[in-house]
């Protein structure tokens, strides 16, 4: 079965620096998606950025982007230039070949400090 | 457009009874997936539907249940409510045709079960 594994249970960091969030998984399928969702304190979970597995370059989404090591399966978040509205929890996902059946890991609560 | 609708947003129910959630997708969207969500096990998968099918079914007990109607709304049901369905469970929507789609999610609902 597939996993997804955060192992940073929590992070900060200076507002207008970098941080990277870490996520490994485990799967033995060839085609997936990888995700990154955030989840602020009203709860609503908001897309961040997507990786799809076939795909070597590394998604950008303005100030973030990943890390996709295929061959390592791993998959980490790099926020550039934090903001204080980036304080949120974290949720590194995987998606199944041809479901829409998302398995998340245990989560990274982001603190950004002014 | 819309987005993902969850009612009620909240409920209190007594342990022994039995809950109906429901949850309305972004229009045009024929996937909907439920996850439960505790501060002890994290994002679980429960249930995922596609044009009035389930497709996929995480590992709970048949206490749960679900259903998805021909407009795509969809309901799930929870029997015999135990102390540790507590939680929050959120229903995301996709367009479900194939894979490369974006889940959306809703708010939530969070059940109290005492």
């Known amino acids: 079965a597939q996993t997804v594994t955060q192992s940073q249970p929590e992070m900060s960091v200076q507002e207008a620096e970098t941080v990277t969030l870490s996520c490994t998984y485990d799967t033995s399928e060839s085609d997936y998606y990888l995700f990154w969702y955030k989840q602020p304190p009203s709860r609503q979970m908001i897309l961040v950025i997507r990786q799809e597995a076939y795909k070597q370059q590394n998604a950008t989404e303005n100030r973030f982007s990943v890390n996709f090591q295929k061959a390592a399966k791993s998959f980490s978040l790099k926020i550039s230039d934090s903001q204080l509205g980036d304080a949120a929890m974290y949720f590194c996902?995987?998606?199944?070949?041809?479901?829409?059946?998302?398995?998340f890991g245990t989560g990274t609560r982001l603190q950004v400090f002014p | 457009k819309a987005g993902v609708t969850q009612t009620p947003r909240y409920l209190i129910k007594t342990r022994g009874q039995q809950v109906t959630l429901s949850c309305s997708p972004i229009s045009g969207h024929r996937s909907v997936s439920w996850y439960q969500q505790t501060p002890g096990q994290g994002l679980q998968f429960l249930f995922e539907y596609f044009s009035e099918t389930q497709r996929n079914k995480g590992n709970f007990p048949g206490r749960f249940s679900g259903r998805q109607f021909s407009n795509s709304r969809s309901e799930m049901n929870v029997s015999t409510l135990e102390l540790g369905d507590s939680a929050l469970y959120l229903c995301?929507?996709?367009?479900?045709?194939?894979?490369?789609?974006?889940?959306?999610f809703g708010q939530g609902t969070r059940l109290t079960v005492v």
């Open positions: 996902a995987y998606r199944e070949y041809n479901t829409d059946k998302l398995i």
């Open positions: 995301a929507s996709s367009r479900g045709q194939g894979w490369d789609t974006e889940a959306f």
